[in-house]
């Protein structure tokens, strides 16, 4: 039996709807007992601050760390604690106005690390994307049977790939004096399919 193999690529688009915001509390103290004090009371705020805006389940700890920190000269000044968290808001403009809360409440021991925009339910884009990387295989499919001087028959397999949302662009944030607006822009969820025709005479 005569096969043609192909595999096919698709893509659609989404709005991200949620946001991850990944944050640290920083102390310092000249000691590590000293600095870990501070630091608990300033995770303590940063906690009370984001249940403000997000659920309990969406605040995750990701990291406690204390070292050694040294000046601009290399001089040993003290230890540095951090205290790193994961928190997810399911609204992006209750993500702007976690941002602002937490630049106003806990100030310079705040610390931003990044913040990823996110699609909750990506499932019209996927199908979509899914209905184009078929399409695509098809196409392909029949240039090469024509090529070959047949055309394609029945389908023997399909096969899936790998699906998945990818940002288009890095998110813009932009920080005024008590809000803060996060532009969504877009996300592309893309696709794969391999599809096996039989190869018919025409």
Known sequence: MRTVTVTGHGSSHAVPDAALVRVAAVQRGDGVAEAYAALTAT???????????VEPRDVGSTGISVWPW??????????????????RSRDLDEAGALLADLVGQVGDA????????????????AAEAREAAYDDARERATALATLAGLRLGAVRSVTEGGAGAVP??????????????????????????TVVWELVDP
């Open 168 to 193: 288009a662009g890095a998110p813009r944030m932009a920080l005024a004096s008590r809000e803060a607006g996060l532009a969504p822009g877009e996300a592309t969820v893309t696709s794969s399919v």
């Open 70 to 87: 040294h000046d601009h000269q290399g001089r040993p000044a003290g230890y540095e604690a951090r205290h790193s968290y994961a928190l």
């Open 110 to 125: 705040l610390v931003v690390d990044s913040i990823g925009l996110e699609v909750t339910d990506d499932s019209v884009a």
């Open 43 to 53: 995770a303590v705020l940063l906690v009370e601050v984001a249940a403000r805006h």
